[in-house]
């Protein structure tokens, strides 16, 4: 007998439905989360979304659980919680089932820094004191004042304060290890924002999902022209001036391919991969008028622009006008950005509360009626 006919058939495995993303900044977390929502309408799952008019759970204030719309009802019967928050796992596991599976993404600090500078450049005071963001990293102590520190989480270690802890901390070994371990501890998958493709296939494996539950567009990237060129002087100085992400990414990194080689292999992954992008092709050329993103003023939908911040030009798609009404549904999802998904399924969800105001025009009343 040969040796594969001697391998019992893996037992079927269950789509797992509960689920925890703690979504980071400039990570390509909306487009995760974007995979999320259309996951839990999917399967007609509760999400965990922010109180009254907020769009993230309480953000940048540490976690507790009456950020979560609807807690003191609703309790533990919470499926999804994927909007931004600080993490703290003894208040998130109030809310979360206990089978719960947790994950999150990190991104390369080096492009993570830059994309931070440009998306967030009004917002923080070290990045609006300086000129562009290699002035900055030429001697950031020089524009990051800590008293300011509330303000500039954006400008120094941002993923290490996302995932709860003190991103101004002292790099000791000791301390950052326990860091690492506590966060393995704590999530049962680290996703590589670099490696995105890679990542949805592997939380695919994760998750027991089907392909088309982790098909995306790319959402809320920018345009090439608002994008920064590092000098060699500036990447060496990020690794030195966001040390704690460094060796996060690092150690999710190495973690990241381990966990692909022991699962799925690298020769089955690239089939993956190359399936997920043929997938995604084909709804592209189903869905959108032109085969790619746009930018913010060539949107033509204006209840499907996406939010602007900094100096980024934040892209957005344009759906195909002549598309049957079910296409038209799952399309719109598809592209349908996130300050505007939260809002519509706020309404969905809490339908006697007061509507999230997304400051935009709204034609949702369409797809309300589902």
Same mark, same amino acid.
């Given at each position: 007998?040969?040796?594969?006919?001697?391998?019992?058939?893996?037992?079927? #495995?269950? /789509?797992?439905?509960?689920?925890?993303?703690?979504?980071?900044?400039?990570?390509?977390?909306?487009?995760?989360?974007?995979?999320?929502?259309?996951?839990?309408?999917?399967?007609?799952?509760?999400?965990?979304?922010?109180?009254?008019?907020?769009?993230?759970?309480?953000?940048?204030?540490?976690?507790?659980?009456?950020?979560?719309?609807?807690?003191?009802?609703?309790?533990?019967?919470?499926?999804?919680? #994927?909007?931004?928050?600080?993490?703290?796992?003894?208040?998130?596991? =109030?809310?979360?089932?206990?089978?719960?599976?947790?994950?999150?993404?990190?991104?390369?600090?080096?492009?993570?820094?830059?994309?931070?500078?440009?998306?967030?450049?009004?917002?923080?005071?070290?990045?609006?004191?300086?000129? @562009?963001?290699? *002035?900055?990293?030429?001697?950031?102590?020089?524009?990051?004042?800590? *008293?300011?520190?509330?303000? @500039?989480?954006?400008? !120094?270690?941002?993923? +290490?304060?996302?995932?709860?802890?003190?991103?101004?901390?002292?790099?000791?070994?000791?301390?950052?290890?326990?860091?690492?371990?506590?966060?393995?501890?704590?999530?049962?998958?680290?996703?590589?924002?670099?490696?995105?493709?890679?990542?949805?296939?592997?939380? =695919?494996?994760?998750?027991?999902?089907?392909?088309?539950? %982790?098909?995306?567009?790319?959402?809320?990237?920018?345009?090439?022209?608002?994008?920064?060129?590092?000098?060699?002087?500036?990447?060496?100085?990020?690794?030195? +001036? #966001?040390?704690?992400?460094?060796?996060?990414?690092?150690?999710? @990194?190495?973690?990241? +391919?381990?966990?692909? *080689?022991?699962?799925?292999?690298?020769?089955?992954?690239?089939? *993956? %991969?190359?399936?997920?992008?043929?997938?995604?092709?084909?709804?592209?050329?189903?869905?959108?008028?032109?085969?790619?993103?746009?930018?913010?003023?060539?949107?033509?939908?204006?209840?499907?622009?996406?939010?602007?911040?900094? /100096?980024?030009?934040?892209?957005?798609?344009?759906?195909?006008?002549?598309?049957?009404?079910?296409?038209? !549904?799952?399309?719109?999802?598809?592209?349908?950005?996130?300050?505007?998904?939260?809002?519509?399924?706020?309404?969905?969800?809490?339908?006697? =509360?007061?509507?999230?105001?997304?400051?935009?025009?709204?034609? +949702?009343?369409?797809?309300?009626?589902?």
């Amino acid at each position: 007998k040969s040796h594969e006919e001697l391998l019992i058939p893996p037992t079927p #495995c269950h /789509a797992k439905t509960n689920v925890m993303f703690l979504k980071t900044h400039k990570t390509a977390s909306s487009t995760v989360l974007n995979i999320m929502f259309r996951f839990a309408e999917r399967y007609n799952l509760t999400v965990a979304l922010p109180a009254d008019q907020l769009f993230h759970l309480g953000y940048p204030r540490t976690f507790v659980t009456h950020f979560v719309e609807g807690f003191e009802t609703i309790g533990q019967n919470y499926n999804i919680m #994927c909007n931004h928050l600080r993490f703290n796992p003894l208040e998130v596991k =109030k809310v979360m089932a206990a089978n719960t599976f947790y994950f999150s993404i990190l991104r390369n600090p080096i492009p993570l820094l830059e994309s931070s500078y440009i998306y967030y450049k009004n917002n923080v005071p070290a990045f609006r004191s300086s000129k @562009n963001v290699n *002035e900055f990293l030429a001697s950031p102590t020089k524009f990051y004042h800590p *008293e300011d520190y509330r303000e @500039n989480i954006y400008a !120094r270690n941002i993923m +290490w304060f996302d995932f709860g802890y003190n991103n101004n901390a002292e790099d000791d070994p000791k301390y950052t290890q326990a860091v690492l371990e506590e966060i393995e501890q704590s999530f049962h998958l680290i996703l590589i924002a670099d490696y995105f493709d890679e990542s949805m296939i592997l939380l =695919k494996y994760a998750l027991c999902w089907d392909l088309d539950d %982790v098909i995306y567009f790319k959402l809320n990237s920018r345009s090439q022209d608002t994008v920064q060129t590092l000098t060699p002087e500036s990447e060496e100085q990020i690794k030195a +001036w #966001c040390s704690l992400d460094w060796k996060l990414y690092l150690h999710f @990194n190495q973690s990241f +391919w381990r966990r692909i *080689e022991e699962t799925i292999g690298l020769e089955v992954l690239k089939k *993956e %991969v190359d399936h997920l992008r043929t997938r995604q092709k084909e709804l592209m050329e189903t869905c959108l008028s032109e085969q790619e993103a746009v930018r913010k003023d060539h949107i033509r939908n204006k209840a499907l622009l996406p939010f602007q911040s900094g /100096a980024a030009n934040i892209l957005g798609y344009n759906l195909r006008q002549d598309l049957d009404n079910s296409t038209l !549904r799952t399309c719109q999802k598809m592209v349908m950005p996130e300050l505007q998904y939260t809002s519509y399924l706020y309404s969905v969800q809490h339908p006697h =509360k007061k509507r999230k105001d997304v400051g935009l025009p709204f034609l +949702w009343s369409s797809l309300q009626e589902k």
